[in-house]
């Protein structure tokens, strides 16, 4: 992969007597009780389109059906209820944020998803509960580790996971969007910082995972222009597909890893 100079360290060790819950979690709860959502969640055709790319990787990438879920940072739900319509057993959705949950769980009833899925607030600094007590297949965190006030952390706090994990992160190696992270509004505010796909893998490896898959997806952002959508959808396949203009150009990283191979069914993908 081409190396570009983000994020060559890796970012600093949360110390024990800071908080494990950053001030962006009261800006998204802040969101969800004026839209009634997530902002990138919302009914505009840009995050359509960007969400809609990513979860057809996820669902390319692993085989969900007849799984047991765990879906950490689930935000307002509407990544995780997509999952029963992919074949899940169960999923369950935690997140830090009390008002997403509550809307999450609105959200599930009102898609007649609630035998299947459920939320509950939780943090994922402290998951013992959740691991111990359900049988979960694989760990979902879609848009997490980006954040979290210690990513790294998070990552060592799962090593004693036997099943799969699947991550979606914005591509630090990605230089236009590294430059939306330092001058966008939402982005400081919301206290976005992405990392480069080598140092997810370093942390996931440390933790004593192998990364079985990995994809570079989407040139679609979030927020932009109606008109620039179409244009941009139709560059994704080409670009995709292009390894060394895919590593600069994709917006996110998908990454799949497990520590018992055996135990997971992962597809081919593109």
Known sequence: MLKVGFDAQPPPIQKPDQPLIKQNVH???????????YLYTAERRSARAANARLSRSISDIY???????????????AYTVEFPALGVRRIVGIDPAAAAV????LR???QGVSDTASFEVGNIYNLGKHLIAQDIDCIVLRGVLHHLPDPARAIAGLADFNGAILIVEPNGANPILKLIEKYSRYH????????APSLIRRW??????????SQLVNLVPFFCPDWAVA?????????ERLSLVRDIACGQSVMLATKAPAHHPARNSS
């Open 63 to 77: 085989d969900f059906r007849g799984k047991s879920v765990l879906d950490i940072g689930c935000g307002d739900g």
């Open 204 to 213: 996931l490896h440390r933790a004593g995972f192998r990364v079985e898959e």
């Open 102 to 105: 509550a809307a999450a769980n």
């Open 231 to 239: 244009p941009l959808q139709w560059a994704e396949w080409p670009v």
């Open 188 to 195: 400081v505010e919301h206290e976005e910082r992405s990392f």
């Open 108 to 110: 599930a009833a009102s």
């Open 27 to 37: 800006r998204f709860g802040a969101d969800v009780t004026a839209a009634g959502s």
